[in-house]
C-alpha cells in the first residue's frame, strides 16, 4: 500500500515537472497568401482582436507566382486568394480542397451573381471576396481628352509614358480586344495577331508593372497605363486628375476569392476567418478602405452613397455586359506563353 502511494507521488510529480516545461501554449496563427493591396490591415486586426488568431499575411504579384508556390508542395500556408482562372487550375491539381460549407453559415448572404460562378459552381472550393475590372487609367494633366479605346495604348502621342501591366494574360487583354477579338480566345492566329500587336506597342512603353502603376499614372510619370481597379481606385481618392475607364472594347471583370489549401495547419482558424470576411459590416468597410467591391450582398446598401454610386467601383450594368471573364485556356496557354516570351524580348 505505501508502495503504490509512492508511485503515485512520483507519478505525479512527473506531469507537474512537464506542465512547467512545456510552458504556455503556442497562439494560434492563421497564415495567408494573397493579393497585395485587398485585406486592408485593419480587417486583419479587428479579426485578431476579436479571436485572438494571429495572422501571418504574405502576399503575391501574380497568380501564377501563387500556383508555382503551391504546386512546389510546403507552402504553410491555411488560406490563399486566387483569381478566377486560378481557382479551376488549383482544384484540378488538387492544391485546394473542398469547403465544408456549414463552417461557412455567412455564405448564405453572397449576392446572387457570385452564388452561380462559372469557375466554381455552388462554391465547392472558393469563397468569392472581392471583385472589379481591367482596364485603363489615365492622368488628365497629359490626357487632355477623354480615353474612351485600348487604342491609346498604343498612340504615339505618349510615347514613353504609357505603362502595360506586367502580366502575361493582363496584356493579352488588351493585346487582343483591340484587335475585336475576345480577351479568353483559344484561337492560334488570333492569339498571334495579339502577340503582334504587343510586340509593335513595345517602343512607346515606359515599361510593364504590376506593382506602383497606380502611382506612377497618379504621379504624372505615366499618361496612361492599363490597370486593376482596385489599385487605381485607392489613389483616385487623393487624387482627382486620374481617371479610370472600361475601354469601349470591353475590358475584363475579374473576382479574386479564399480557398483552403490542401495541407492547411490550422483549417478551423482558416473556416473562421472565411466566415468573419463575408460579415455584411466587415463586407462593408472592406469596401470603404480598399474601394473594392465586395460579393457580400447587404453591404452595398451599407456603403456611403458616394461609394455605393462609384462608377468606377461598380460599373454600370452596360459595361458590364461588354467585359469577357477570364478563364482557364486550357491547352491554348501555351500559346500565349510561348507569345509571351517574344514580346518581353522584343526591342
Known amino acids: 500500500m505505501q508502495t503504490h502511494r509512492v508511485l503515485a507521488a512520483l507519478a505525479a510529480a512527473t506531469v507537474f515537472a512537464a506542465g512547467l516545461s512545456a510552458g504556455p501554449a503556442a497562439a494560434e496563427e492563421l497564415a495567408v497568401y494573397a493579393w497585395s493591396g485587398e485585406l486592408p490591415d485593419e480587417i486583419v486586426k479587428d479579426f485578431e482582436k476579436e479571436t485572438g488568431i494571429t495572422v501571418r499575411f504574405d502576399t503575391f504579384d501574380s497568380n501564377e507566382t501563387l500556383i508555382a508556390k503551391l504546386s512546389a508542395g510546403g507552402s504553410g500556408y491555411d488560406i490563399v486568394n486566387p483569381s478566377q482562372y486560378a481557382v479551376q487550375i488549383l482544384a484540378k491539381q488538387g492544391l485546394i480542397v473542398d469547403l465544408d460549407q456549414a463552417k461557412i453559415p455567412n455564405l448564405a448572404g453572397l449576392s446572387e451573381t457570385f452564388k452561380a460562378v462559372s469557375y466554381d459552381p455552388g462554391n465547392k472550393v472558393s469563397v468569392p471576396y472581392v471583385w472589379g475590372t481591367t482596364g485603363l487609367a489615365y492622368n488628365t494633366d497629359c490626357v487632355t481628352s477623354p480615353v474612351t479605346s485600348w487604342k491609346a495604348m498604343w498612340d504615339p502621342a505618349y510615347k514613353g509614358r504609357i505603362y502595360m501591366l506586367d502580366n502575361m494574360l493582363a496584356a493579352y487583354i488588351a493585346g487582343l480586344q483591340v484587335n475585336g477579338f475576345p480577351a479568353n480566345s483559344t484561337n492560334p492566329d488570333e492569339i498571334a ?65 479564399y480557398s483552403i489549401t490542401k495541407d492547411a495547419p490550422n483549417p478551423v482558424a482558416a473556416y473562421k476567418f472565411l466566415d468573419y470576411l463575408l460579415r455584411p459590416a466587415v463586407a ?58 517574344k514580346v518581353k524580348a522584343a526591342q
Open 284 to 341: 462593408t468597410k472592406v469596401t470603404e478602405l480598399a474601394q473594392l467591391a465586395t460579393s457580400v450582398e447587404a453591404s452595398k446598401a451599407m456603403l456611403p452613397a458616394a461609394t455605393a454610386g462609384n462608377t468606377a467601383i461598380f460599373p454600370p450594368a452596360e459595361s458590364l455586359a461588354k467585359a469577357d471573364f477570364i478563364l482557364d485556356l486550357g491547352p491554348a496557354t501555351k500559346l500565349y506563353q510561348d507569345g509571351w516570351t
Open 193 to 257: 495577331k495579339a502577340t503582334q500587336s504587343l510586340i509593335d506597342q513595345k517602343p512607346l512603353l515606359g515599361g510593364y508593372n504590376s506593382t506602383n502603376f497606380a502611382d506612377l499614372v497618379s504621379s504624372g510619370e505615366a499618361c496612361i497605363v492599363e490597370a486593376w481597379s482596385g489599385n487605381v481606385l485607392q489613389v483616385m481618392k487623393d487624387n482627382p486628375k486620374v481617371k479610370y475607364v472600361l475601354p469601349e472594347e470591353g475590358g475584363t471583370m475579374w473576382v479574386d476569392g
